[in-house]
């Protein structure tokens, strides 16, 4: 987006490049070290770059800080893993070969996978798991 409202439609694609302080050909951005040969310096490349005028530098100062930004943690569980998870808990306790068999288990999960799914979900959401299985408590308090 930085690139985008900088740049200039009259201008090339070098040019506008130019200007922000970008390059346009990675390969020539970074330049070769020249190679000593028996005394005598080779550029390995042939192409001495000259000093570029950077007009637009905010635009790199932008992208910088950017990038320097810590990344948002986005580790989520799918509303239907959440669901599946709490009613397997609710109608068969820790009877993993019984929720198995239930008839919501739509993927034909073994009892191992359902425990592992159970545990991904308390991981994740460890206060959440915990006042569930109090409510669940207090309902069967309230049943009997």
Do not use: C
């Not at 310096?41 to 570029?52: A, L």
């Amino acid at each position: 987006s930085h690139i985008r409202h900088a740049w200039d439609p009259t201008k090339s694609v070098a040019q506008n490049l130019a200007e922000m302080g970008l390059a346009e050909d990675p390969n020539k951005a970074v330049p070769i070290p020249k190679k000593k040969l028996l005394g005598i310096e080779v550029e390995s490349d042939g192409w001495e770059q000259g000093k570029k005028i950077v007009r637009k530098p905010y635009v790199v100062n932008e992208m910088e800080y950017e990038a320097s930004l810590p990344e948002k943690k986005s580790n989520t569980l799918s509303r239907d893993l959440i669901d599946y998870v709490r009613y397997m808990i609710q109608n068969h306790g820790e009877n993993y070969k019984e929720m198995a068999r239930d008839e919501k288990n739509y993927y034909q999960d073994t009892p191992k996978q359902i425990k592992r799914k159970i545990n991904v979900y308390k991981n994740f959401y460890p206060e959440e798991y915990k006042d569930f299985i109090v409510s669940l408590k207090q309902e069967n308090m309230d049943v009997q």
